[in-house]
């Protein structure tokens, strides 16, 4: 994991002389799952296979040389903290992270099979969100979510709901498995997208098309909201 301090240098492809070298720092040699910027910006989160989370300051501080991880009952690095959860996530893929707040969800492989559990800050403790939920993602505000849910028929619907999985409502049919789900920064809208791409006002009653029939690879919103990047094959 490294931290690119400042921007990066001029860019050859663009026909600019680059000096000096990048002024990368090398924060963590192992392994680590979903690393963010604080809201700060003074540290970075991140978990590991081992079902922890830790952060670690971008800068040293003159916390002790190495501090004890009672969960692993191992020495951390310096100036690494762990984030004490109430229990260690097995199978741990991926932590998705809020625009806003500090809870979290969390996907895990069990035994083959992806769940999702939700993370309250404010109570410390985990809550299972039921099997037949897909790909949650947080809204901008970080209070409501978006998700895949699988019907009992097999069929597949877009809902959206409190945090927590309560107080959910249906926003409309989804016509196939594997769509991805990519929420925007800014407003209560998203994009759904596999062969077609379509934008979706949650709260306006719009689902509309919005490119032709195709191949994507990956979409995301610019900072404000107005503007989507997407990459295709080729």
């Known amino acids: ?40 910006g003074e540290h970075i989160w991140f978990a590991t296979s081992s079902g922890q989370m830790f952060r670690q300051p971008i800068t040293p501080s003159s916390s002790p040389s190495h501090l004890s991880s009672p969960l692993r009952g191992e020495e951390l690095k310096e100036g690494v903290e762990e984030y004490l959860l109430p229990e260690a996530i097995p199978g741990l893929k991926k932590i998705i992270w809020p625009k806003a707040g500090s809870n979290f969800i969390v996907e895990q492989n069990l035994d083959g099979h992806t769940r999702y559990k939700y993370y309250d800050e404010e109570t410390k403790e985990f809550l299972d969100y039921p099997p037949e939920m897909r790909k949650p993602r947080f809204l901008s505000g970080g209070q409501k979510i978006v998700y895949d849910w699988v019907t009992a028929e097999g069929k597949h619907e877009l809902k959206v709901s409190d945090a927590d999985g309560k107080n959910f409502q249906k926003v409309a049919d989804l016509f196939r498995p594997d769509y991805e789900i990519v929420t925007s920064p800014l407003n209560q809208e998203l994009i759904v997208f596999a062969n077609k791409i379509f934008l979706v006002g949650l709260f306006r009653e719009q689902f509309r098309e919005i490119a032709q029939e195709g191949e994507y690879e990956g979409l995301s919103f610019s900072p404000d909201g107005a503007k989507i990047l997407v990459s295709a094959p080729g």
């Open 1 to 40: 994991m490294r931290y690119l301090n400042g921007a990066p240098p001029p860019s050859p492809l663009r026909g600019e002389g680059v000096e000096g070298e990048e002024k990368t720092k090398l924060l963590a040699a192992e392994e680590v799952i979903s690393p963010i910027l604080s809201f700060s």
